[in-house]
């Protein structure tokens, strides 16, 4: 095999390619990421530990065609640190050498018999803006649980409803929804999935905000188990979690008794330097009244914080806790100028949603429901 591509080239592709790479595999050949040179002028990067696949398309100048598997992590450290010049990468028996300027490298290959076969990508199933899908993504992957010991609670929660497709995700201290419009293959598209919501975030960020991404989905037959996401020369697989989600559909607030409307960077600002005496686990207390809201935390001997920011309030005087990290979360993922919270009472789930003017309506395609702290007395 041998080929010549431009060194931004190869460092994309095999940084995509590699990302999400075991760094413990359980087979050594996992650890690899396959490099196909065809003589169409192309290079096909490929990676697959059984969960994830990622491949990705790019153009070379190709004088001899073939096969090569080779450490992924290790290449993308070199391809990402090589001048800015092409690289020449030749196969030599059993090892590769990669040459950039007067920089040179030799890797060793694996074998490429013991190498898995990659899925077929399933059956394409819509379209959603990059921007879109990747923003969407970002908000609702905050609040998914990362307890292994509980495997159901760490994916996210899918469903298409024809053009509308709603993302959930709840780690059991705050859920987390978004809903955003895509365009379906057909009008009567309707499925459920939960995807691991890391290799959702891996995705996302990864695909980029530009552009198009194409939702493919398993149907009956071959592509069962798994979803599929392409955006340009990019594809990647990811297989589903197994098991019933529970149903935390309902615990959305339907009613308030309060709602309180602040400036979502002041909040976050003051809530981040209140915290600051928060021991590990301590809430931060909110007290709305009138006009504004107090942030504090810390109480008796240990270190205290307060801080006062205008708010306005519809409704009765309300005190109530968070864990800050959590609301904090939950603030930064809103992408709004205000912040509105919806309460019912101190002990009750209070729910977090974005607005853009002060006397405008909650955009809703986005809710974040944080389960309150109990105040001691």
């Known amino acids: 095999m041998k080929f010549r591509v431009e060194r931004d080239v190869l460092a994309e592709a095999v940084t995509w390619a590699a990302r999400g790479l075991p760094t413990r595999p359980p087979v050594p050949v996992l650890a690899g990421v396959m490099l196909e040179a065809n003589e169409d002028g192309t290079l096909t990067l490929s990676a697959f530990d059984y969960e994830v696949s990622a491949q990705v398309t790019v153009a070379a100048e190709v004088s001899e065609s073939g096969t090569v598997l080779v450490s992924g992590r290790l290449l993308a450290d070199i391809s990402r640190n090589l001048p800015a010049r092409p690289v020449d990468v030749v196969t030599q028996d059993s090892k590769v050498s990669v040459t ?38 970002q908000q609702v992957t905050t609040a998914a649980g990362r307890d292994d010991t509980l495997p159901i609670l760490t994916g996210v ?146 270190a205290q914080a307060s801080e006062q920011l205008d708010a306005t309030l519809e409704g009765e005087d309300i005190e109530i806790a968070f864990n800050p990290q959590y609301l904090l979360d939950g603030l930064g993922a809103l992408h709004h100028p205000l912040a509105r919270l919806s309460f019912t009472q101190p002990t009750k789930p209070a729910l977090l949603t974005g607005q853009a003017e002060p006397d405008g309506d909650s955009d809703d395609s986005f809710q974040y429901v944080l389960m309150p702290v109990r105040l001691a007395g």
Do not use: H
């Open 157 to 302: 929660r899918v469903e298409i409803e024809g053009s509308r497709i709603t993302m959930l995700a709840t780690d059991r201290y705050r859920l987390a929804m978004r809903t955003l419009q895509w365009s379906p293959e057909g009008t009567d598209a309707a499925t459920v999935a939960l995807v691991p919501a890391r290799t959702l975030a891996d995705t996302a960020r990864a695909l980029g905000a530009g552009g198009t991404v194409e939702l493919a989905l398993g149907r009956t037959g071959a592509g069962d188990g798994l979803i599929g996401f392409e955006a340009g020369a990019r594809r990647t697989t990811s297989r589903l979690l197994d098991g019933e989600y529970p149903k935390v559909a309902s615990i959305f607030p339907t009613t308030s008794d309060a709602r309180a409307v602040v400036e979502t960077a002041a909040l976050i600002e003051a809530v981040k330097r209140v915290a600051l005496v928060a021991e590990r686990n301590t809430p931060v207390r909110l007290k709305f009244t009138a006009g504004a809201v107090v942030i504090e935390a810390g109480q008796g001997d240990d």
């Open 100 to 137: 950039c300027g007067s920089s040179r490298f030799t890797l060793l290959t694996m074998p490429v018999e013991d190498y898995p076969s990659l899925p077929a990508m399933p059956q394409s199933a819509g379209t959603v803006a990059g921007d879109v899908f990747t923003t969407a993504v």
